[in-house]
């Protein structure tokens, strides 16, 4: 166990400092969404999807919950309201394959139970389909 002071700068810094910024993010965000449309759990809602675009909202979205800006550049409702929520055997397949893409970019422990748990809270508030 580490027990050296943390850096005080880097406590300050949100979760999208500590992530990257928007070069990890975009890199995460690609990765992940490859990744749910191989997963067989996740597939079928991938299906006939324009990947592209979703890769875009998902970065705006994506950046904004890890305290970033969210680009204006992803047209298009955000995920819940486009009736994007997932069934809890959905929601592990995101989480996993959201964890291995930010593992694949270097990311730490914390930073990446982070991006779980938020990932979780947003499937509390999600509208259920």
Do not use: W
Not at 55 to 77: H, N, Q
Not at 101 to 128: C, H, K, S
């Amino acid at each position: 166990m580490d027990c050296a002071p943390a850096d005080p700068a880097a406590v300050n810094d949100s979760l999208y400092e500590r992530l990257g910024g928007a070069t990890t993010v975009a890199a995460v965000v690609d990765d992940a969404v490859d990744r749910h449309a191989a997963n067989p759990a996740l597939a079928p809602l991938f299906c006939g999807k324009d990947l592209p675009q979703l890769k875009a909202l998902g970065v705006s979205v994506f950046s904004a919950r890890v305290g970033g800006p969210r680009s204006t550049e992803a047209a298009g409702p955000a995920p819940s309201d486009a009736g994007m929520s997932f069934s809890p055997a959905e929601l592990q397949a995101v989480a996993g394959d959201m964890t291995e893409a930010l593992r694949e970019q270097g990311i730490g422990r914390v930073e990446v139970a982070e991006v779980v748990n938020l990932l979780y809270a947003a499937r509390e508030t999600a509208p259920p389909r």
